[in-house]
T-cell receptor
């Protein structure tokens, strides 16, 4: 009953360090997403991948890069972390059909000092 | 520009009573609406959804109402139970856009004994 798995669950970085957040789904979903959640801001879309081999920017892409490694895996990279990127990051996947909602992982809590 | 708004950050309801959570949106291109529930340290989990061609959808204790002319939707929980205490996010989607969700800022529901 894995669904969407995110690693790591917690991470502390120093300003300027790099980091890759990993996400894998086992539901054979085509689409995958990265969101960040900040206090009072709800969840905001960073990047998404509508299908294997494609990636597109969301609402807040600056400072991030993504890789859709294969159908199962979608990683988010911070090349040079900044304190403004302190947040909780959620990965989600989506299956076909309007009645299929996005499934979320349990998040990665990232602090940048 | 907040396209999905949840104007009540918190709500407290007695066990057994009705909980009503509200959500407003501004983008008339949204045609599918979802409610997600989130417990601390977990990812959001899908609760209930409604298509713009309907004005009501019911699933057990949960009912979502949609008023397209007012660009307003609400989630009713009857009867409320202590296990319903969580943060509830309203989300909206234009189904022609790779299932990208736009989230509200969330309402924290506390169900008291």
């Amino acid at each position: 009953n894995a669904g969407v798995t995110q690693t790591p669950k917690f991470q502390v970085l120093k300003t300027g360090q790099s980091m890759t957040l990993q996400c894998a789904q086992d539901m054979n979903h085509n689409s995958m997403y990265w969101y960040r959640q900040d206090p009072g801001m709800g969840l905001r879309l960073i990047y998404y991948s509508a299908s294997e081999g494609t990636t597109d920017k969301g609402e807040v892409p600056n400072g991030y890069n993504v890789s859709r490694l294969n159908k199962r895996e979608f990683s988010l990279r911070l090349e040079s972390a900044a304190p403004s990127q302190t947040s909780v990051y959620f990965c989600a996947s989506f299956g076909q059909g309007i009645s299929q909602p996005q499934h979320f992982g349990d998040g990665t809590r990232l602090s940048i000092l | 520009d907040q396209q999905v708004k949840q104007n009540s950050p918190s709500l407290s309801v007695q066990e057994g009573r009705i909980s009503i959570l509200n959500c407003d949106y501004t983008n008339s291109m949204f045609d599918y609406f979802l409610w997600y529930k989130k417990y601390p340290a977990e990812g959001p989990t899908f609760l209930i959804s409604i298509s713009s061609i309907k004005d009501k959808n019911e699933d057990g204790r949960f009912t979502v109402f949609l008023n397209k002319s007012a660009k307003h939707l609400s989630l009713h929980i009857v009867p409320s139970q202590p296990g319903d205490s969580a943060v509830y996010f309203c989300a909206a989607e234009n189904t022609g856009t790779a299932s990208k969700l736009t989230f509200g800022t969330g309402t924290r529901l506390q169900v008291t004994l």
